[in-house]
């Protein structure tokens, strides 16, 4: 009883009752006690988002559900069963320009697009201007463009119509903890999107990612190139209509369409010009 008052209190943290259970056997039992372990870790979950193994350990092991939960809460790596179970929402930043804000429900005072991701690589959403657009995944360390292919890593590869949209960085909300994803041109949540104005870390102006740490993913995206979030293998693709070229832009192998490959090599000095642009926004 002792101990959960102090819990109660606000005198007492993991560390302080690690630091009890060196004391002595007395000590110990208090400070290792289920109920204490129980009473701390309200404070930790209430509110918050934790793995189902995590909750599902605080009703047998309140002390090792604890540890655990402050563990994962610095985790920025979606496992597949988050990233496929989590019924995501998608909205634009409005930097990805007028014309994209226009036909966003959340820019039209509506709820956010609904989006799911699915094992095999694919995506649903319930927005009807882009229900029939090709929309993948792939994990952000993936060395190919096969939907689903990687391994878990903190970011997120969309590629919209066979080419690469700037990648989605994984974090997590700083109050409670869920995961969202953005680029800097768009954000996904795995909570309710609020609506602007009323989450300040959730509007444009509170989120981390924007086009000065994406500036080269966004330009090369721009250009047509695909494989904007990773380098691409040396080769070329013959394909007939659709032929494209790796080019080398100041060490940065990307697979642009064939046109824009012969204007950069064909160009005195087109390829000095994008690679100058890429630094230049690299550094801003």
Excluded at 234 to 239: I, M, T
């Amino acid at each position: 009883a002792g101990g959960r008052a102090w819990v109660q209190q606000g005198k007492t943290t993991m560390r302080s009752l690690g630091m009890c259970s060196c004391v002595n056997k007395q000590w110990a039992s208090i400070a290792t006690a289920q109920p204490v372990w129980l009473e701390l870790g309200k404070l930790l979950w209430k509110g918050r988002y934790f793995p189902q193994h995590v909750n599902d350990l605080r009703s047998v092991d309140a002390r090792t559900a604890y540890r655990l939960s402050v563990e994962d809460a610095a985790r920025n790596t979606l496992t597949i069963e988050e990233l496929t179970s989590f019924q995501w929402e998608f909205r634009f930043k409005r930097a990805a320009g007028p014309q994209w804000v226009y036909y966003d429900p959340y820019w039209q005072d509506a709820p956010a697009t609904k989006v799911q991701f699915h094992k095999d690589g694919s995506s649903t959403r319930d927005n009807p201007v882009m229900a029939d657009v090709s929309i993948t995944w792939r994990w952000g360390n993936s060395k190919t463009m096969v939907p689903a292919s990687g391994s878990p890593c903190p970011s997120i590869q969309g590629t919209v119509v066979g080419r690469d949209v700037p990648s989605y960085i994984v974090s997590r909300h700083p109050v409670h903890n869920h995961f969202l994803m953005q680029s800097c041109w768009a954000l996904y949540t795995a909570f309710p999107m609020p609506a602007p104005g009323v989450d300040p870390l959730m509007d444009d102006d509170g989120l981390e990612v924007g086009l000065r740490q994406q500036s080269s993913e966004a330009l090369l995206y721009n250009l047509g190139a695909t494989g904007a979030g990773h380098v691409v293998e040396e080769g070329e693709d013959d394909d007939e209509e659709d032929a494209r070229v790796i080019v080398n832009v100041g060490g940065i192998h990307v697979q642009v369409p064939a046109e824009v490959g012969r204007a950069l090599m064909a160009e005195e000095g087109a390829r000095d010009a994008v690679l100058r642009i890429l630094r230049e926004l690299q550094g801003d």
